[in-house]
């Protein structure tokens, strides 16, 4: 497989980077985490005990372990999502578009737990700055949780907005 674009989760007029990271309090509040398999590069905090970036293309990796997945929010969101399907132990961060294919393909019949974020994120840049006010996730988040493990980590953060459980 060719190259993974980097996370893409915002659109910035003048954008001076594709590559946004993770708030470091999601990752503090979830984690830990085993597995990062779609690690920014430059990654200013850790995400997991093993971080995966671009260039390892974690796509074609072995998983393990309780995963983190904060993909690219592009073309290429189904695949991850349907990775972390089959793994079916982790957590992934996106945007909450019920309404698109990787989510009624890969959320909908196999996610445990999701978890609508109350407000919009606002990201890092490689370096840790955050992005300046006004320039958030440019659309509402959803934290999808694949497992047991993720069902617990997500209920307990009821505070942070509305939790769902996914009945099949």
Not at 80 to 102: E, K, V
Not at 142 to 157: H, N, P, Q, T
């Amino acid at each position: 497989m060719s190259s993974i674009a980097p996370p893409q989760h915002t659109r910035i007029k003048s954008r001076t980077t594709n590559s946004w990271v993770t708030p470091k309090w999601i990752i503090e509040r979830f984690g830990p985490f085993d597995l990062d398999p779609c690690a920014a590069s430059p990654q200013p905090w850790p995400t997991a005990k093993e971080m995966i970036t671009e260039r390892e293309d974690g796509l074609l990796r072995l998983w393990h372990g309780f995963v983190w997945l904060n993909p690219p929010y592009g073309k290429l969101l189904a695949l991850w999502l349907s990775r972390l399907a089959l793994h079916r132990n982790g957590i992934a961060l996106t945007y909450a578009r019920t309404d698109t294919r990787a989510f009624h393909d890969f959320v909908w019949p196999f996610a445990s737990r999701l978890l609508f974020l109350c407000g919009r994120l606002t990201f890092h840049f490689p370096n840790g700055d955050k992005a300046p006010l006004g320039h958030n996730s440019g659309g509402p988040s959803v934290l999808i949780g694949y497992g047991d493990e993720a069902a617990l980590r997500l209920d307990r953060a009821k505070d942070l907005g509305a939790v769902v459980t996914v009945l099949r």
